[in-house]
C-alpha cells in the first residue's frame, strides 16, 4: 500500500478511516443492544419513542416519562411491549378521569353520564358536535342526564380524556297500572302517556268489577318492563307480580299498596305510622306533598330525600328492581302546582318509573369506548414511579441519525477534498 | 280510602253570573249512587267552590248547572281553562232543558270561548259504558219525555275532547232535574235515573 505523499491525503485518510470507524461502531451497537453494551437495564422513553423501541431487541426494563394518559393506541403498545417481556413502568403526571354512559329507561331517551375525577377539578362533559356540561368535582363520582348526546361523550380533565361511545336505544315493554279509580290512578295514567310510555291498566271500580285499559294480559317480563302498584287492589295480584319481578320485571309501590302485607316480601320497608311530612314550599310544586317517610333497610338505596327524610327508595329483589314510594296524592302536584306542575309531574313520574323498568336491550359498542384511561394505564405500567436518571438514553433512534449524519459529513470531505486535487 | 289516599269529593263550582246552586240535593244523589253502585272511595259530603278560586284545583270534576245567563269572570275563566288543561273536566248541565234558552245559548257560547266549540258526542262514546251500559247514548229525562221546556229529546250531549277524552260536557238533558231529589227517594223508583251521573264519575276518575 501506498503512504500518502502529503498532508492532504492524510486528511483524507483520516476522514475515511474515522467514518469506517463509525460504521464498525453501529455495527456492534446493532449487535449489541445498548443495556448489554453498557450494563444498564433501564430505557427511559417518551410515548414518542416507541415506534424506535419496538425495533430494537426487547428491553429489560422501559420507564415513560409522561405529561398525560397516553392514547389507547400507545397504551396498547405498552401492554404489547410488557407482554414481550419487558419491565414497563411510568413516572410523569397524569389526570386520573372515568366516564360511563347509561341510557335513561325511559320513551324519553336520554342518557345518564356518570362521571369521576378525584381531585377538586373541573370537568368538562363533550359529546361530538359541542360542550354538553360541565361539573366541579369534590372527589366523588357525579351524574348528569342529558336529552341527546351525539357520537362519543369525553369527560375532560385539563389535558387528559376519557370517552364513552353511546349505546343504542334501549327497547321497553308496556307498563301495566293497578289501582281503584280514583285521581291518583288517573293521573298517573295520563302523565305516564304524555311521557310516551305504553301503558296498559286494570283500575277496579267495582267489587268483581274493573276498567281495562289497553291489552291487559299475563304478568310477565315478555310482556311488561314494570307494574305500578297504587294501592291495595294490587294485592290479589301480588304473587304473579312477585314472580315478574324476581324474573327481571320492575315494580313501583305506592305507600299504600306497600301497606299491604301482600308485598312484605317486595317492598324496601314496611311503611310506619310516622306523621306525614308536609312541604309547602316543595321544589316540585307549592301543592301539599304530604308524604310517608320510608325506612330504609339494609339492601336499599334512597332515591329521593324531602326535608331528611327518604321519600323514595329501591331494592333489588333477584332479577327485578322495586321502588317505593312514600306518596299517595301526587296528582296534586300536578293539579295544584305552579305553572310547569304538569310537565313536573309527568317528568317526576317518567323518572321516578325508569328507575324500576326492566329494558330489555342495551347495545353497547365496547371496543370503541375509553372509559377508564387511567386505569388501564395503572393496570398495564403500575401507579407512577420517581424519574430515573437522565443519563440513559432518551432516544435511539435520534443519537443513530447523529452518526449517520457524521459519517456522511466525513466521506463527503474526502471525497471533494480527493476531486479538487484531481484524483480518481 | 286506606292510610290517606284523598277521597273523591263531588265538587260543585261556583259562578257569579246565574244560580249556580238550583239542583242542591244532586250531589248528595250522586255520591249516595257512586256509593251504592261502586267501591270508589268517595267523600259522604260535596263541597262548593268558587270557580274564581284556586282552590278549584283540588277537584279535577267539577259541576255546574243554573237556568240564568251564564258567563265566567276573567278569573273563573282562568281558572277553568287551567283545570281542563291540567287533565281536569268539567261536566255543565242546562236546568232549563230548552235548547233555545237563555241559559243553553250563553253556556255555549262561553264554553266556545274558553274551551273551544262543542261538538255532538257520538253515542257510541266511552262515556256511555264506563260503568253502566247505555247503547243509545244519554238516557232521556222524564221533562224531556213530558214535553216540557223545548218539547225535544236531545240525542247527544255537547263535548270538547282533549284528543279522545272528554274535557268539557254539556248537557242540555236536564239532568239537574232529573236528579235533584232526596236520595232515599231511589226506593220508588224501578230504575234508579242516576246511573249515567254515576257513569259520568267513573269516566272522570278513569279516563
Given at each position: 500500500m501506498r503512504l500518502p505523499a502529503n498532508r492532504r491525503e492524510w486528511l483524507e485518510l483520516l476522514l475515511r478511516g474515522t467514518a469506517v470507524v463509525l460504521i464498525a461502531v453501529l455495527g456492534f451497537r446493532a449487535l449489541f443492544p445498548a443495556q448489554a453494551r453498557t450494563g444498564s437495564d433501564l430505557i427511559?422513553?417518551?410515548?414518542?419513542?416507541?415506534?424506535?423501541l419496538s425495533r430494537q431487541s426487547t428491553p429489560a426494563r422501559i420507564q415513560f416519562a409522561l405529561d398525560g394518559i397516553p392514547t389507547a393506541v400507545q397504551r396498547a403498545w405498552q401492554n404489547a411491549l410488557k407482554s414481550a417481556g419487558s419491565g414497563v413502568s411510568w413516572s410523569g403526571t397524569a389526570n386520573p378521569v372515568a366516564i360511563v354512559a347509561r341510557p335513561v329507561a325511559s320513551p324519553q331517551g336520554g342518557y345518564t353520564l356518570t362521571a369521576y375525577s378525584p381531585d377538586t377539578t373541573r370537568l368538562i362533559l363533550r359529546d361530538n358536535i359541542s360542550t354538553v356540561d360541565s361539573m366541579s368535582m369534590k372527589g366523588q363520582p357525579r351524574s348528569v342526564v342529558v336529552p341527546m348526546a351525539s357520537g362519543n361523550v369525553r369527560?375532560?380533565?385539563?389535558?387528559d380524556s376519557a370517552f364513552a361511545r353511546l349505546s343504542d336505544s334501549v327497547i321497553i315493554?308496556?307498563?301495566?297500572?293497578?289501582?281503584?279509580?280514583?285521581?291518583?290512578?288517573?293521573?298517573?295514567?295520563?302523565?305516564l302517556e304524555e311521557a310516551g310510555w305504553k301503558i296498559d291498566a286494570i283500575i277496579s271500580v267495582a267489587p268483581n268489577v274493573a276498567v281495562a285499559q289497553g291489552s291487559v294480559t299475563t304478568i310477565d317480563t315478555a310482556h311488561y318492563a314494570a307494574v305500578i302498584a297504587l294501592d291495595e287492589s294490587a294485592a290479589t295480584?301480588?304473587?304473579?307480580?312477585?314472580?315478574?319481578?324476581?324474573?327481571?320485571?320492575?315494580?313501583?309501590?305506592?305507600?299504600?299498596?306497600?301497606?299491604?302485607?301482600?308485598?312484605a316480601s317486595l317492598r324496601v320497608s314496611a311503611p310506619g305510622g310516622a306523621p306525614h311530612?308536609?312541604?309547602?314550599?316543595?321544589?316540585i310544586t307549592h301543592a301539599e306533598a304530604a308524604f310517608s317517610p320510608i325506612l330504609p333497610s339494609g339492601n336499599s338505596v334512597p332515591l329521593e330525600e324531602r326535608g331528611g327524610n327518604v321519600a323514595v327508595a329501591a331494592k333489588r329483589v333477584d332479577f327485578g328492581r322495586v321502588v317505593q314510594l312514600g306518596f299517595n296524592d301526587t296528582w296534586k302536584w300536578r293539579m295544584q302546582g305552579g305553572a310547569e306542575s304538569v310537565s313536573e309531574h309527568r317528568t317526576w313520574w317518567s323518572n321516578t318509573l325508569s328507575q324500576a323498568v326492566r329494558s330489555r336491550r342495551v347495545t353497547v359498542?365496547?371496543?370503541?369506548?375509553?372509559?377508564?384511561p387511567y386505569t388501564n394505564l395503572i393496570d398495564i405500567a403500575g401507579h407512577p414511579v420517581a424519574p430515573a436518571s437522565p443519563s440513559q438514553p432518551l432516544s435511539q433512534h435520534s443519537n443513530e441519525m447523529l452518526w449517520l449524519t457524521v459519517i456522511g459529513v466525513l466521506l463527503f470531505g474526502e471525497w471533494a477534498s480527493r476531486r479538487l486535487r484531481g484524483a480518481g | 280510602m286506606g292510610w290517606w289516599l284523598s277521597d273523591f269529593t263531588f265538587c260543585t263550582g261556583r259562578y257569579e253570573s246565574g244560580d249556580w246552586d238550583s239542583a242542591p240535593t244532586l250531589p248528595a244523589n250522586l255520591i249516595d249512587s257512586v256509593a251504592r253502585y261502586t267501591d270508589i272511595a268517595v267523600a259522604p259530603s260535596a263541597v262548593?267552590?268558587?270557580?274564581?278560586?284556586?282552590?278549584i284545583l283540588g277537584f279535577p270534576l267539577v259541576y255546574m248547572t243554573g237556568h240564568l245567563p251564564f258567563r265566567f269572570s276573567e278569573s273563573e275563566r282562568a281558572n277553568a281553562r287551567k283545570l281542563v288543561d291540567?287533565?281536569?273536566?268539567?261536566?255543565?248541565?242546562?236546568?232549563?232543558?230548552?235548547?233555545?234558552?237563555?241559559f243553553h245559548k250563553t253556556a255555549v257560547e262561553e264554553i266556545t270561548r274558553t274551551f273551544g266549540k262543542p261538538a255532538e258526542l257520538r253515542n257510541d262514546h266511552a262515556i256511555y259504558k264506563s260503568f253502566f251500559a247505555f247503547p243509545d247514548g244519554p238516557p232521556a229525562t222524564s221533562h224531556e219525555l213530558n214535553g216540557w221546556g223545548d218539547n225535544l229529546v236531545h240525542k247527544n250531549l255537547l263535548a270538547v275532547m282533549d284528543g279522545p277524552r272528554i274535557s268539557v260536557l254539556y248537557s242540555n238533558k236536564d239532568y239537574s232535574s232529573e236528579w235533584n231529589y232526596h236520595p232515599d227517594n231511589k226506593r220508588f223508583s224501578s230504575v234508579d235515573n242516576t246511573r249515567f251521573g254515576v257513569n259520568i264519575i267513573v269516566y272522570a276518575l278513569t279516563r
Open positions: 427511559v422513553a417518551r410515548v414518542a419513542d416507541l415506534p424506535s369527560a375532560v380533565v385539563g389535558t315493554g308496556k307498563i301495566l297500572v293497578i289501582g281503584k279509580a280514583g285521581w291518583e290512578s288517573k293521573f298517573v295514567m295520563t302523565a295480584r301480588a304473587t304473579a307480580i312477585a314472580s315478574f319481578v324476581k324474573s327481571g320485571g320492575g315494580l313501583v309501590l305506592s305507600d299504600l299498596a306497600a301497606r299491604s302485607g301482600a308485598f311530612t308536609s312541604i309547602s314550599s316543595d321544589t359498542d365496547y371496543a370503541q369506548s375509553d372509559p377508564s | 262548593i267552590v268558587p270557580l274564581s278560586s284556586p282552590r291540567r287533565g281536569g273536566m268539567i261536566f255543565i248541565d242546562d236546568h232549563n232543558h230548552d235548547i233555545g234558552g237563555v
